[in-house]
Nanobody, 125 residues
Framework: QVQLVETGGGLVQAGDSLRLSCAAS????????MGWFRQAPGKEREFVVV????????LYADSVKGRFTISKDNTNNTLYLQMNSLKPEDTAVYYC??????????????????WGQGTQVAVSS
């Protein structure tokens, strides 16, 4: 059974940093595009950053560009999101996801078939 499990969320103050982890099990995601998405209360789920299967291409939402960094450890089958200079508007449930099929670019949200359960990030002002 394929599982994506996010950890690392929490309550922090504006300007603080957090590092989210997404541990994958059930299959290797070495050749899969993966990304981070978030959903704030009352809003639709939006993409934060996506990464092509080979890591050569990444796409960040304008709202997080320069503050967030995605990385991946294929040895440990884990995806990370380093979040710096957090703002109250970053408050949301953060989800990691992987595309259904390998060797994808990762830029199409509809291609993501594997999702974690989410981890809450709350940033106070």
């Amino acid at each position: 059974q394929v599982q994506l499990v996010e950890t690392g969320g929490g309550l922090v103050q504006a300007g603080d940093s957090l590092r989210l982890s997404c541990a994958a099990s059930g299959r290797s995601f070495k050749n899969y595009a993966m990304g981070w998405f978030r959903q704030a209360p009352g809003k639709e789920r939006e993409f934060v950053v996506v990464r092509s299967w080979d890591g050569r291409r990444t796409l960040y939402a304008d709202s997080v560009k320069g503050r967030f960094t995605i990385s991946k450890d294929n040895t440990n089958n884990t995806l990370y999101l380093q979040m710096n200079s957090l703002k109250p508007e970053d408050t949301a449930v953060y989800y990691c996801a992987a595309e259904t099929n390998p060797y994808g670019v990762g830029f199409n949200k509809q291609a993501y078939g594997y999702w974690g359960q989410g981890t809450q990030v709350a940033v106070s002002s």
